[in-house]
């Protein structure tokens, strides 16, 4: 490896685990859309607590588990592909390396598929844990008693807001794994494709949170759920 490549990885390392701690430095700044989701959240999960059937919160969670259930199943898929290559001898690196991967020794090449894996399982235990508090959370929509007191009700929705919310922001993050997971692939055809790879990613994934369409309609629709 090159001193380019200990860059570059040194770069990835940086924008992969700095995502999060630069999330949390725009919400307090501008907002994010996961922050102002947070929102609509603990606001859906307060207008559960007043209406006598839940059948729609349950079909929504559902759907939401279902999602998730799917990017679990293609991750999966996808780790399985690279570590059979991985760990399938010679034969299958030097024919993988044929289809166009810069020519480096094998040990580069086996450390560089060792990072798009782990960029990939990653990637799948917070889908497995992203499912397993959905789970919680639709098990307490379909336990919560007819309430009748206020006070109650705003408990009851601030619970299933508490596990909704980290439910959803894992799978946020399993999702993200994708972006870091093909940047990381671009270093297969050299260091400063990984390098711009992942500044793309990041670059991408900060417009969705803050800038992007999306963004601001969450954003304007927070204004006027709030009370």
Known sequence: MTI???????????????????????????GTLNDDMGVVRRVWMTAMTHREMRLVDSQLMGHSINSASFFASTNLLLIAAVAGILFGGQTALDGFASIGAEAVPTRVLEAKLALVLICLVRGLLDFIWALRQMNYTLALIGAAPEIHTEADRVALGAAATDLLNPALNTFSQGVRGYYFALAAAAWLFGSVWLAAGVTAAFCLLVWRQSGSPAARAIRNARRLLEP
């Open 4 to 30: 380019l490549d200990y860059l570059a990885l040194a770069l990835f390392f940086l924008c992969w685990l700095g995502y999060g701690p630069l999330l949390k430095l725009l919400a307090h700044r501008t």
